[in-house]
């Protein structure tokens, strides 16, 4: 596996690419982490992948080894500016793009933004609409002031044990991934830089324009949803599938964490969808 660092040496006029690993050999396949995740959710997908594909499994800005942004996630655009670096450095024209939970809502942003880049896209347990509702710690996290007082007890709480129970998945490779997931929210500063990340914005107004985004999709689309999923409404994956212009909706047996809880399957679907046609 060759692994990508952002803090190579691009030039002066050219953003750095986002920490990323490369793995395997074919047609390359962006994987897109949610949030409080990192590239590691793919770490199960990843081999199942790459005997057919090359597989470039990216951290976000502010998870996992990519510094954050100083806009956070607010700003779509230098999100779409990291995501192209690592393209550049990979040396590919297009790719096709997968994302989970938040990193959903980047794949459509960046397949709207850069149609010719993308050839197809999958999302997977898919938070684009205006009616999603973050989970109740997250929303407590964004109320100024309140939510900095609660942030090192909910985020104790979250890292000792509630993210754990999130996952389905059982084993200490998994309790490992999901371990690493808080690295770069312990210690020192460590609230203060997730409280970073989850203010993004208002969350009906920001998915109001990823929604909006999806008619403007070309890529063929793959939306795949958790049937125990009880994060992300059920319909939002046939929502998404009948918004963008080539969509297709699928349900598997499993909860939001799709790629940890269902990895077998998730590959098998995603190698599927996203094999170049004959």
Known sequence: ???????????????????????????????????PTSRRLWQLVVPRLADRFTVVPVDLPGFGDTPALPTGLRDPLPLIAGLEAVRRQLG?????????DAGATVAVHYAAARPERVQRLAVLSPP??????????????????VGDLLAPGLLALLWRGGLRRAVAAEGPEVDAIVSAFGRPFRGAGGSRRFLHLVRWGSPREVLARTAALLPSIT??????????????????????????????????????????????EVAARLAGWLAPPA
């Open 1 to 35: 596996m060759r692994v990508g660092r952002a803090g190579g040496r691009p030039s002066p006029r050219e953003p750095e690419p986002f920490a990323h690993d490369v793995a395997g050999s074919g047609p390359p396949v962006l994987l897109l982490h949610g949030l």
């Open 92 to 100: 590919a024209e297009r790719w096709s793009v997968a994302g989970h």
């Open 128 to 145: 684009l609409f205006p009616d999603f509702r973050p989970p109740w710690p997250f929303r407590w996290l964004r109320w100024p002031v």
């Open 219 to 264: 890529a063929p689309t793959l939306a795949l949803q958790g049937s125990r999923d009880r994060l992300v409404p059920r319909d939002f994956a046939p929502r998404a599938a009948a918004a963008v212009r080539h969509g297709v909706a699928a349900e598997i047996d499993a909860g939001h964490f799709l790629p940890l809880d269902a990895d077998g």
